[in-house]
């Protein structure tokens, strides 16, 4: 009887613990794929797999993340054989994608004098456009920027953040996305 007791008293304490704690936030959906964003993502999916890049979708932009560690040479700005194959895959995904505006984004981390890690950006953004271009990626569907150490994705303070803050982002949209058709007049 003592048993059912200190049962009965322990499930009334839970349902008045939990009635009584506010419900969890519910994470907002992400937004599904466009048909755009789905055409291109699984080649580039595959591809990210194989060479340890990041592939993030958020309908229709996708963003592809490249490493400088392995990619680059580490005291230049010159990508190494193993870094040319990859993204000569990613241009032969590209190149048809005449209905794309990509953007290569080179980002350094916030080690040196900002105006040199600003050039070095740079110079990695225009070492992967290069190989898209020669990829047969037309250089008008590419804008290229420089963000320098104004954007990190991981504490400057340590070894393993500033790696993952040099990196060169190639960020894909289509030219007239969905969620921005206007209705004629």
């Known amino acids: 009887m003592k048993l059912i007791s200190a049962l009965s008293l322990l499930g009334c304490l839970f ?3 939990c009635a009584s704690k506010e419900p969890a936030p519910v994470a907002p959906p992400t937004p599904e794929a466009t048909p755009w964003a789905q055409l291109h993502m699984a080649e580039l999916t595959a591809i990210a797999l194989e060479e340890q890049y990041e592939i993030e979708n958020n309908g229709e932009e996708i963003r592809l993340i490249i490493p400088v560690n392995g990619n680059f040479h580490p005291k230049r700005t010159l990508l190494l054989p193993s870094g040319l194959v990859p993204l000569s895959r990613v241009a032969k995904v590209l190149r048809g994608a005449t209905d794309s505006n ?3 984004t080179g980002h350094s981390d916030s080690q040196g004098d900002d105006s040199l890690n600003q050039q070095l950006s740079m110079e990695r953004a ?3 456009a290069s190989v898209l ?3 047969g990626v037309s ?3 590419m804008q290229l920027r420089s963000e320098g150490e104004s954007a990190p994705r991981a504490d400057n303070g340590t070894a393993e953040g500033r790696e993952l803050n040099r990196r060169v982002v190639i960020n894909i949209t289509p ?3 969905t969620s921005s058709i206007a209705l004629a007049p």
């Open 15 to 17: 349902v008045t613990g």
């Open 102 to 104: 990509i953007e290569v």
């Open 126 to 128: 225009q070492a992967v």
């Open 133 to 135: 271009q020669l990829g």
């Open 139 to 141: 250089r008008h569907n």
């Open 175 to 177: 030219r007239n996305p």
